[in-house]
């Protein structure tokens, strides 16, 4: 299972990769396994500022139906457009290529709130 050092976590299995203000999320590697063959992407929430742990859009998998909740606060400035016609670059790389949304952070220290690989492994019984 790759988790890459680098990166944040939250209880939700979004990782998190911050670059000053600028956040871009998907989710991991363990959640894109969990939930199968990704089928659809849906955010409909750029240029929306929107809480952590509010819903920010949804993934649709063969079986089920998952929402994608904000990891930290703030406004989302970019939504993977590719990710409509390919949903399937979640499960190909989601660390890559699969990354979800960018938010510009209301509150950088929010992301002190954010697991770390370790702990992110501890929490998947890894």
Known sequence: M?????????????????????ATVGITDFAQGELGDIVYVEIETEGE???????????????????????????????????????EKVNEAPYEDGWMIKIKL?????????MTADSYKAHIGG
């Open 49 to 87: 500022t929107i809480d952590a742990s509010e819903v920010f859009g949804t993934v649709e998998a063969v079986k089920t139906v998952s929402d994608l909740f904000m990891p930290l606060s703030g406004e989302i400035i970019e939504v993977n457009g590719d990710l409509e016609d390919s949903p």
């Open 2 to 22: 790759n988790i890459p050092a680098e990166l944040k976590y939250t209880d939700d299995h979004e990782w998190i990769k911050v670059e000053g203000d600028v």
């Open 106 to 114: 209301s509150d950088t220290s929010e992301v002190e709130n954010l």
